[in-house]
C-alpha cells in the first residue's frame, strides 16, 4: 500500500533532521539585550565551528565602537537596540493558524488579489504542515536536479556546517564587518539566509527563490546570504515575496554579497512587501536597513540587481556593484514605492575600478500619500578605470501633493576617458490624464494602474516573468486608494 | 425618446458662471454643429458632458438614454456610449496606444456585455480602423499622444472614437491647430462613422470645418445660452456677417427651425 501524504511527510521530516538541522528547532527565544554572551550563545545554538564565533566577536566587538549614522533622508524613532531579542525560535506549526479561517481577513484578501494559489496562501499564513504537502515534495525534487548540477542552495547555516571552506573564503570579502554600523551589527547575530555556490561554467538550472528554502523561518531579523559564481556561470535569485509579511521584529538589517568570477552572471531580484506601518501614523512597520553588494571580480563578470520595493516603513539600500574585472557589467534596476507614511532613501552606488566598464542605473521612484522617497546613488569612476561607461536614469512620480520624491546623484570621475549620462525626471499623475482615460471609459484606479506600469515598465521588464506579473499586481494593490 | 436632452443648463468653473440656461435636443442620426465667439461656453458645455470634475453644474439637467447623465460618473458614461475628442490632448507617457485603447474598449465591451477581445483581435480590429484615420500603424506603438504632432494628436482622437465606437460624439473644436489636409483626414473620418443609431456634437468655432462635416442642425452659443438655431446656412450666414448681429439682442433668443 503506498504511504498516506502524512507519513511521506514525515519521512522527509525525519530525512532533515538526520541532515543535522536539529540544532536549529530549538525551543527557545532570547530575552532582549545584546552582549557578547547572546553572540557566544547563537552560535552554540546553531553548532558553528571556532572561527565562525570568532569572527561574529570581532564584529561585535567593533560594532560597540561605531555611532549610529543619521545622514539619510529619513526620520524614525531611535532603535534600542538592548530592547531587541537576538533570536526566536521558530514559529512552531502547532501554535499557528489551523485554517485559513483564523487568519486575518485583510491578508487572506490580499492573497486573493495576489492570485496567490490556496496551498501557497496555507505555507506563508504558517499553517500545520500536512496541509502542505506538495510545496515539500516539489522543494525535494528542486534540490536534486541543483544536486546533479552541482549547484549547492542552502541555508547559510547548513552552509557554515558543510561548506566552511568556500563560506571563510568569501563571507566578509564583498561586505567586511567594518564597512557600516549595520553590517557591523548583522555580522555579529545573523540568524540565517541563503547560500549559493555555482561551480564553473554551470548555468543553474532553474530560478532561485527564498520560497525553496524549507528552514526559512524567521530569518527576516538579520538576513545574511552569499551567492558565489565561478567563472562563466549563471545563476538568478530571487528574494521576498508579494505578499505582505509581518514580523514582531521590528529591524531588518540583512546583508548580501555577491562574487561573480570572470565570464560569470549573478541575477539578483527582489520583490519587498514587508509591513509598511500603519498608513495614518507610520507606527509599527518595519525598518528595512540592507547592505548589499556584489563584486563583479573577473574579466567580463555582471551583476544585477532588480528590486522592487512596496513594503516596509523604512527602506534604507544601497544594492552597489563593484567592477574590478575588466569589461564587467553592473546594473541596477529600481521601483520603489512609498506611500502612507513611508520613507525610501535608496539607490546604489557602482564603482568603476578595471578597464571597459559599464553601469546602468534605471531607478523610478513613485510617491503617494505622505511618501517622501529619496534616490541616492553614487557612480564612482577610479583613476585606473579607462574608458567606463555609465548611464543613469531616476524618474520620480508623485501622486497627489502631500508627498514628496529627491534626488541626490553623487559621481565622482578621476579617468578622463569615462563617458557618464545621467537623466532625470519629476511627474505627477495629473487629473488631465486620469480625466481622458475616464473619458475613454477606464476607471480611476485602473488609471493609475495603466500609468504607474507605463513608469515602471523598464525595471519589471528586467525581473524573471512570474515575478514580473506578481510585481506589477503588488504595485497596483499597493496602489490603491492613492488617487483621491 | 430624445438621445441627449439638455434642460435649462447653468454650470460653473472656479465660481464662474460660464452656461447660464442651454436648452438643447439631440437625436440619432443627427450631425448637430456647435458654434460661438471665445469665451461662449463651448468648450465647458463639452466638459460638462465628459463629466469633468471642476465644471459644476448649478441648475437645469441633462438626460441621455432617458438617464439623468449627471448621475453618472465619466467612465460610465463613456460605457454608455459618449465619447469626447478633447481639444488638447494629454500625453501619457508609457502606455502605448494600442493598449490604452485595447483597455478602454474592453472595458466599453464588458458594460455591454460583450467578451472582451484579445491582444490577436483586437490588433486586426484596430487594423481596419487605422485606414479610416490613414493613420501610420508606427504610431500605435508610441505611447498615447507622447511626440504627436498637433495634427496627429486630433486624428488620434477621431481614431480613438472609431475603435470605441460610440452613440453620442462630442467633438471639442477638433479643427483648431489643423491644416486642410489634415481637416480632410478628420472630417472624413467622423464622415465614415455617419449612422442612424449614432449623433455627432460637433464643436467648432470656424464654418470651415462644416462644410466637410455637413451638419443638420446648427446651433449658435453666445455668453452662455443658445441664441440662435438653424440649418447649415446659419453656418455660412456666420461666416458672412461674424457673430456681433446676434450678440445683440440677448436675453431674447429666437429659434428658427431647421
Known sequence: ??????????????????????????????????????????????????????????????????????????????????????????????????????????????????????????????????????????????????????????????????????????????VPYSDNFFAALNSA?????????????????????????????????????????????????????????????????????????????????????????????????????????????????????????????????????????????????SVALSKGRQQADTGTKMIHVGKNTTSTIVSKGISAGHGQNTYRGAVRILSGAENARNFSQCDSMLIGDQCGAHTFPYIDVQSPSAQMEHEASTSKIGEDQVFYCNQRGIETEDAVSMIVNGFCKEVFNELPMEFAVEARKLLEISLEGSVG | MSLLEIRNLHAQVEEQEILKGVDLVVNKGEIHAIMGPNGSGKSTLAQVLAGKEEYEVTEGEILYKGRDLLEMAPEERAREGIFMAFQYPVEIPGVSNVYFLKAALNAIRTHRGLEEMDAMDFLVYVREKMKVVKMDEALLNRPVNEGFSGGEKKRNEIFHMSVLDPVLAVLDETDSGLDIDALKIVADGVNSLRSEERAFLVITHYQRLLNYIVPDVVHVLIDGRIVRTGGKDLALELEDKGYAWLEEPLGAAETVSA
Open chain 1, 1 to 174: 500500500m503506498a504511504p498516506s501524504d502524512t507519513e511521506l511527510l514525515e519521512q522527509h521530516v525525519d530525512q532533515k533532521y538526520e541532515a543535522g538541522f536539529i540544532t536549529d528547532v530549538e525551543a527557545e527565544t532570547f530575552e532582549p539585550g545584546l552582549d557578547e554572551d547572546v553572540v557566544r550563545r547563537i552560535s552554540t545554538l546553531k553548532g558553528e565551528p571556532g572561527w565562525m564565533l570568532e569572527w561574529r566577536l570581532k564584529a561585535f566587538r567593533h560594532w560597540q565602537t561605531l555611532e549610529e549614522p543619521t545622514w539619510a533622508n529619513i526620520k524614525y524613532e531611535p532603535v534600542d537596540y538592548q530592547a531587541i531579542s537576538y533570536y526566536s525560535a521558530p514559529k512552531s506549526k502547532k501554535d499557528g493558524p489551523k485554517s485559513l479561517d483564523e487568519v486575518d481577513p485583510e491578508i487572506l484578501r490580499t492573497y486573493e488579489k495576489l492570485g496567490i494559489p490556496l496551498q501557497e496562501q496555507q505555507i506563508l499564513a504558517g499553517i500545520a504542515v500536512d496541509a502542505v504537502f506538495d510545496s515539500v515534495s516539489v522543494a525535494t525534487t528542486f534540490r536534486d536536479k541543483l544536486a546533479e548540477a552541482g549547484v549547492i542552495f542552502c541555508p547559510i547555516s547548513e552552509a557554515i556546517r558543510e561548506h566552511p571552506e568556500l563560506v571563510k573564503k568569501y563571507l566578509g570579502t564583498v
Open chain 1, 189 to 333: 547575530v545573523f540568524s540565517d539566509g541563503s547560500f549559493v555556490y555555482v561551480p564553473k561554467g554551470v548555468r543553474c538550472p532553474m530560478e532561485l527563490s527564498t520560497y525553496f528554502r524549507i528552514n526559512a523561518q524567521n530569518t527576516g531579523q538579520f538576513e545574511r546570504t552569499l551567492i558565489i559564481a565561478e567563472e562563466g556561470s549563471y545563476v538568478s535569485y530571487l528574494e521576498g515575496c508579494t505578499a505582505p509579511m509581518r514580523d514582531e521584529n521590528q529591524l531588518h538589517a540583512a546583508v548580501v554579497e555577491l562574487h561573480a568570477d570572470a565570464e560569470a552572471q549573478i541575477k539578483y531580484s527582489t520583490v519587498q512587501n514587508w509591513y509598511p506601518g500603519d498608513p495614518e501614523t507610520g507606527v509599527g512597520g518595519i525598518f528595512n536597513f540592507v547592505t548589499k553588494r556584489g563584486l563583479a571580480a573577473g574579466r567580463r563578470s555582471k551583476i544585477s540587481w532588480t528590486q522592487v520595493e512596496t513594503g516596509s516603513s523604512i527602506t534604507w539600500k544601497y544594492p552597489s556593484c563593484i567592477l574590478k574585472g575588466d569589461e564587467s557589467v553592473g546594473e541596477f534596476y
